[in-house]
């Protein structure tokens, strides 16, 4: 079973790893293989503090128990909400966390008043992102690459 928990700083240094890691992943889109050094974690703990603001939503993806991932949430406005970041341990990806994860954020948004719309960027490279998005019902609004 796959369950979003709203973060808390009981689970900070765990968080602001796995969020070193998803920005290695993109990194190493670009780059090749990216590790994560004491200036990604310090980097990562900032980020974990905008995460964590007004306006946003950070959860952890659990499964049976077990955390397996984060799910940041960003409200950018009065009606439409954005998946800002997921990311899944490597070792669980395709096993349908994510595909789980983006349905119950999408009851998450459904449930606050006034938001019609759940909305997502995804970086280009990421091709197995896109074809999970679109699996997913999302559809692509528009796409450059700089």
């Known amino acids: ?49 905008q995460w964590t603001s007004p306006g946003h939503e950070l959860f952890l993806i659990c499964r049976d128990n077990d955390v397996v991932g984060f799910l940041h949430l960003g409200y950018r406005g009065p009606i439409v909400a954005w998946i800002e970041d997921i990311f899944v341990d490597e070792s669980r990806r395709g096993q349908g966390i994510a595909t789980e ?5 999408e009851g998450i948004v459904r449930a606050k008043p006034g938001y019609t719309a759940l909305c997502l960027d995804v970086v280009p490279r990421n091709e197995s992102a896109l074809r999970l998005y679109h699996k997913l019902g999302f559809d692509s609004l528009s796409l450059h690459t700089l």
């Not at 709203?6 to 670009?30: C, D, K, M, N, V």
């Not at 090749?32 to 980020?47: F, H, M, N």
């Not at 994860?101 to 954020?105: F, G, K, Q, V």
């Open 1 to 49: 079973m796959i369950l979003l928990t709203p973060y808390t700083p009981a689970f900070q240094a765990e968080t602001a790893r796995r969020i070193a890691l998803f920005f290695g992943f993109h990194a190493s889109l670009i780059q090749g293989a990216a590790s994560v050094d004491e200036a990604a974690l310090q980097e990562a703990q900032e980020t974990l503090v």
């Open 101 to 105: 994860a983006i349905r119950l954020a």
